[in-house]
């Protein structure tokens, strides 16, 4: 990014929204500085025909941490979420090519877990094209946000429901109203003649993934599984998680998905509180949300809601979100 000026000149800036400071960080600091996204390429090109100048620095270095307290357009890329004056957030959204670019943050933390879906706000025809070609392509490659294993050959044997574990949860995080445990115990007690797969998380600490498989043992009718979330989730009456992105991939398939914390896609997932709640979840999910608009939701989403670098039309909303922000003329 050629636009983009240096951490050691960053420090130096004029104060007021004629500046926009990117504060990457881990590994976004290397990334962005190798000019491996496309978002940001061609954002910071829109900022710099609009007058800002762009620069890089460091997510909570001395000098992000001094530039937040100043009047700059700020982008967020990997860091907590935060809210202020010229504060936005840029973060990959649960599919690939579709970004968040919020004033709050990203994921759960974003501003879509206080919006409202309507279907009556998106047009059907638009939606179902949108949703076949993005679910079409994901499903047939096998792609998702980790890479899975390969799909099987033949379908995997049904199940009651499969539960998609997070990284961390060996304690019930604020944000989490069930822990994995909840979820297992009261899936697998449901029906104890009927399966349930548990797939841990890749990315999950040792220590963490031995909890899980020592709760499993405890229940016969449970299957941990590394298969791909594909074929799992085809395989299921119902799907279970907190808020992981598998939850949202799981809406590709048309499935009831149960969300056991805070989500911003709770509109098209049953949240249950308690396990009761969730019990009563497994057993009328199905049924709740049999007639879901599920093509007008991915519409509404992932092609109103988040952005697309690789759209014409990218550059334009992604300023219009700016300008709105800083509520420029």
Not at 28 to 53: C, M, P, R, Y
Not at 118 to 134: H, L, P
Request: charged fraction near 20%; aromatic fraction near 12%; glycine fraction near 6%.
């Amino acid at each position: 990014m050629e636009q983009l000026k240096s951490p050691l000149s960053a420090r130096n800036i004029p104060v007021g929204y004629k500046s926009a400071v990117i504060h990457a960080y881990g590994s976004w600091l290397a990334a962005l500085s190798e000019n491996k996204h496309d978002f940001f390429t061609k954002l910071t090109q829109k900022l710099v025909q609009q007058g800002l100048s762009a620069y890089l620095v460091e997510g909570n270095s001395r000098t992000s941490r001094g530039l937040l307290e100043q009047s700059h357009l700020h982008i967020i890329v990997g860091g907590p979420a935060m809210y202020g004056a010229g504060i936005m957030h840029a973060f990959p959204s649960y599919l690939w090519g579709f970004w968040y670019f919020d004033e709050i943050g990203h994921g759960w933390n974003s501003s879509l877990r206080f919006s409202r879906y309507s279907s009556d706000e998106v047009d059907a025809a638009n939606s179902a094209f949108f949703f076949n070609g993005v679910t079409g392509y994901m499903l047939r490659e096998n792609v998702s946000k980790i890479s899975q294993e390969p799909r099987m050959d033949a379908p995997l044997r049904l199940a009651t429901a499969t539960i998609f574990c997070q990284p961390t949860n060996s304690v019930n995080p604020r944000h989490s109203y069930l822990t994995t445990e909840q979820m297992i115990e009261t899936a697998s007690t449901y029906d104890k003649d009927a399966l349930v797969y548990v797939k841990p998380h890749p990315h999950q600490s040792k220590s963490n993934r031995r909890r899980i498989l020592e709760i499993c043992e405890d229940f016969p009718n449970v299957k941990t599984t590394d298969a791909s979330i594909h074929d799992l989730i085809e395989a299921s009456r119902v799907v279970i998680t907190q808020n992981s992105t598998t939850g949202f991939e799981a809406l590709m398939q048309r499935k009831p998905v149960i969300t056991c914390a805070k989500s911003d896609y709770w509109h098209a997932t049953l949240t249950p509180r308690t396990v009761a709640d969730l019990r009563a979840a497994i057993e009328f999910g199905p049924e709740t949300m049999r007639n879901f608009d599920f093509e007008g939701y991915f519409h509404w989403f992932l092609e109103l809601q988040c952005l697309e670098p690789s759209k014409d039309n990218f550059a334009e909303r992604a300023w219009a979100r700016v300008r709105e922000k800083l509520m420029l003329s």
